[in-house]
């Protein structure tokens, strides 16, 4: 006869509850979801749900908020990098990692989330990264003297990118996430590092909008030819910047990486010193310990010494008081 299943506690039938929901949310949505179907995947009654989570509305507000957290906390983690490229690129690892282990929970977030669960929606929870990014691009922007005031602006187009990117690598899975990655960091960062502080539209594109409003006088040849230089000198000088930042870049990598044997070579020699340190004591201690034996096997060879004597005198000061009591005593 088997033994009786044994009855789940209160915490883990909640938890047993989620997981189930967080599934059959990713397959079908939360519309296409109902209690019933939650409950009979359980092998409970529906009063059980209703009881822990007051219906469908409660546990998928749990689900997403779960999501939520998870997804911001891996990428809050990835920012909390030194370099900007480094933070850029862990963040966009952070991102395609939880798509491919969570892809359940990423699913369901990317969907827009239905109102009832308290939490917003997929967009929101851009919106919380993006202010973190912004941050970061705030002071990268006052280094490069570029307008701090459109770092916000910046940071919803750089976070946007990924986030989509996600999206897309969500279904197709190829290349591998790491490559990923990279494609992203090339592209934002190197959009990034010549970032033009004052972009305008070309000529072409404006005249879209300016066929709107009364025309300007057309440019003369000549002025077009010189607004084309100036903008071959700007480029080249943009071009001149990146390969500098680059270098620059690659500089202080190679700097870190030279300060990481340093102090990785110091480490190891203060160990050796610290062992050589133990060994020395160790050995002085030895010699101690072995002149307090010899000290005491000293001490105890005295003393036993000492006690035979004490013997020997003791028996010779019994037998001479025996040889003057026999010749005290009368004879007959």
């Known amino acids: 006869m088997s033994e ?23 397959e079908k949505g939360f519309d296409g979801t109902s209690v019933e179907e939650i409950a009979a995947t359980a092998n409970v009654s529906k009063p059980v749900v209703y009881e822990h989570f007051g219906g469908k509305e409660g546990v998928y507000a749990v689900v997403v908020d779960r ?21 850029l690129e862990r963040a966009a690892l952070a991102l395609l990692a939880y798509v491919e282990e969570n892809s359940e929970g990423f699913r369901i977030l990317v969907r827009d989330s239905h109102a009832a669960s308290g939490t917003g929606t997929f967009a929101s929870l851009i919106n919380d990264i993006a202010s973190q ?100 000198r700007e480029l080249r000088e943009q071009e001149k910047i990146r390969d500098r930042e680059q270098r620059e870049t690659e500089k202080l990598a190679r700097e870190q990486e030279k300060l990481r044997l340093r102090e990785q070579r110091e480490l190891e020699k203060a160990r050796e010193r610290e062992l050589r340190e133990q060994e020395r004591l160790f050995r002085d201690q030895e010699k101690v310990r072995e002149r307090e034996l010899r000290e005491q096997e000293k001490i105890r060879a005295r003393e036993a010494k000492a006690a035979e004597k004490e013997a020997a005198r003791q028996a ?3 037998e001479h008081l025996g040889m003057e009591q026999e010749k005290l005593e009368p004879t007959e």
């Open 67 to 87: 999501e939520m957290q998870k997804l911001l906390g891996m990428v809050t983690e990835a920012l909390s990098a030194s370099h900007s490229l480094i933070k």
């Open 133 to 232: 990014v912004e941050d970061v691009m705030v002071n990268e922007f006052i280094e490069r003297d570029y307008d701090p005031k459109l770092a916000p602006m910046y940071a919803q187009m750089l976070v946007g990118m990924v986030a989509l990117t996600g999206q897309w690598w969500l279904d197709v899975r190829k290349p591998p996430r790491e490559e990923v990655a990279a494609h992203l960091v090339n592209l934002a960062w190197n959009g990034l590092t010549g970032l033009d502080p004052r972009p305008r539209l070309t000529a072409s594109s404006r005249g879209l909008e300016q066929r709107r409003t009364p025309l300007p006088p057309r440019p003369t040849d000549k002025e077009l030819r010189e607004m084309e230089k100036a903008r071959e």
């Open 316 to 318: 010779e000061s019994a």
């Open 4 to 26: 009786p299943r044994r009855r789940m506690s209160g915490k883990e039938r909640r938890e047993q509850l989620i997981q189930i929901s967080r599934t059959l949310f990713a």
